[in-house]
């Protein structure tokens, strides 16, 4: 039978080995991440940085739009006629109520024995013949000043669509007799559908000789339009359709509707819709209006 000799072994207490630190793991984390950052910033740097030579202009936003069908709908008033009333939700402006029942719309029946009413419709925003047009409009406004009138800019889009467009718009000023404002078909339109000014109207020329051009010392604004711009795009194209000027696809024709301070209709003309009308169409309708 099998024995120990000697002195009984002592029991050893049980002892609890820990780990020693290791510097290169508690870096291992770190590392990932510091590793992380640096392609990142590798890849940053292959990336060209964003200059003002870059910036984004109104030019550079324009819908390469494709020659439409000149007219594409019928007139459903005539030189004579008491102008349909509407009310247009409008861009913030001088004639745009801050308060009250109409905030942010524009009656035309509003300027009823006050003024002389300009309707100007055009197709859409952010196109080529339109983008010119109303900012060309710029360099006239103490033309409409001087005649007591006003001018309504309207499309069938939408107000954060018009809010955009006008606020890149820069002024451009037209040039007369068949010049161009960019993109197809920007020539003036001295043709279009237009219905006789009443009476005789005068030829109505600038300080520098040619009608509609850029008086001495006249300076538009640096962006945006002088005139309320509205937005007959809810019920879509309501307004334009009462006067029978909404085309098939939507939009609105390039038209000019000249409406004397009794609210009645005393010129029309229907611009080709690839085509600016020339300013002087407008001057000459204002100026062949009756006396107030």
Known sequence: MPHTTGHPTARQPIRTVRPRHCPAIALRLPARMLASVALGLILLGGLP????????GLQDLIYPDAPRKPVDSVLKVAVGDTAPDFTLPALAGPY?????????????????????????????????????????????REEFERRGAVLLGITTDNLPSLYAWTREMTERVPVPDGGHGGGHGAGNDAAGQSSPPPGKG????????????????????????WFPVLSDFW??????????????????ERALVVIDRQGIIRH?????VNKRPPLDIILRALDALPAP
């Open 49 to 56: 940085a964003a200059s003002p030579a870059q910036a984004v």
């Open 96 to 140: 745009t109520p801050a308060s009250g029942p109409d905030t942010g719309k524009i009656r035309l029946s509003d300027f009823r024995g006050k003024r002389a009413v300009v309707l100007s419709f055009v197709p859409a925003a952010f196109t080529p013949v339109c983008s010119g047009q109303w900012p060309g409009y710029n360099i006239a």
């Open 202 to 225: 005068r030829t109505t020329a600038s300080p520098r000789g040619q009608a509609g051009g850029l008086p001495d010392g006249a300076d538009g604004p640096a962006s945006g339009v």
């Open 235 to 252: 019920p879509h194209g309501a307004v334009a359709a009462s006067y029978g000027l909404l085309r098939g696809d939507g939009t609105a």
């Open 268 to 272: 029309i003309h229907v611009s080709d």
